[in-house]
């Protein structure tokens, strides 16, 4: 059973870099059949895709947040990370880590969420 | 990008009635790559039905989905208690995979 937990800073000031970082139980991070997402939601707002990566290497990003978002793999530790720069009170949100299927090069719905992080921008 | 609207914003019932949730898309998606969410306060979204139709792993079969092209229903046949929650689809047909607003599903 593959498990998820988000870490990281609660509060971030504006302008600055977010990082998280989400460990991996159950699975590899190196695995090809899987991707390894963030995804946010906004307070009283609609989950947001952010992006995922898959194969350690290739990625794919929101176009909103293309410019801003990097996601990347540690596989030593078994865990992935977000790092989204320049935040600002837009990105104040509930921050979760996914995993779902890849096959032949489609990856799939997001069938394993870890619990959340939250995460305030805010000086 | 494929916006995804949902209906009804609120929905309040009873425990063994039955709830249809609807999510519509603002153009068709290819495959029926449509996925249907729970989320309860505290823990991650729980994928109950993808592909449109097929159920999860370890998902009772009072979940039921259906639909194609921009319609799709989520169907709880006879409400259990731990089913009131908010519910979300989720498109992941191509890049933006985008959700819809939420359903929330209340006691009546």
């Known amino acids: 059973q593959v498990q998820l937990q988000e870490s990281g800073p609660g509060l971030v000031n504006p302008s600055e870099t977010l990082s998280l970082t989400c460990t991996v139980s159950g699975a590899s991070v190196t695995s090809g059949s899987h991707f390894w997402s963030w995804i946010r ?3 009283g707002k609609r989950l947001e895709w952010i992006g995922y990566i898959s194969n350690s290497e290739s990625t794919k990003y929101n176009p ?17 990370s977000l790092q989204l720069t320049s935040m600002t009170a837009a990105d104040t949100a509930m921050y979760y880590c996914a995993t779902g299927s890849c096959h032949s090069g489609r990856c799939y719905e997001p069938w394993g969420w870890g619990p959340g992080a939250l995460v305030t921008v805010s000086s | 990008e494929i916006v995804l609207t949902q209906s009804p914003g609120t929905l309040s019932l009873s425990p063994g009635e039955r709830a249809t949730l ?20 505290g823990q991650g979204p729980r994928c109950l039905v993808y592909g449109a139709s097929t159920r999860g792993n370890g998902i009772p079969d ?36 985008t959700f819809g607003q939420g359903t929330r599903l209340d006691f009546k």
Not at chain 2, 68 to 91: K, M, N, W
């Open chain 2, 62 to 97: 009072r979940f039921s989905g259906s639909g194609s092209g921009t319609d799709f229903t989520l169907t709880i046949s006879r409400l259990e208690p731990e089913d009131f929650a908010v519910y979300y689809c989720q498109h992941y047909g191509y890049s933006p995979y």
């Open chain 1, 41 to 43: 939601q906004p307070p």
């Open chain 2, 22 to 41: 609807s999510c519509r898309a603002s153009q068709s998606i290819a495959g029926n790559y449509l996925a249907w969410f729970q989320h309860k306060p």
């Open chain 1, 64 to 80: 909103s947040l293309q410019s801003r978002v990097t996601i990347s793999v540690d596989t030593s530790k078994n865990q992935f």
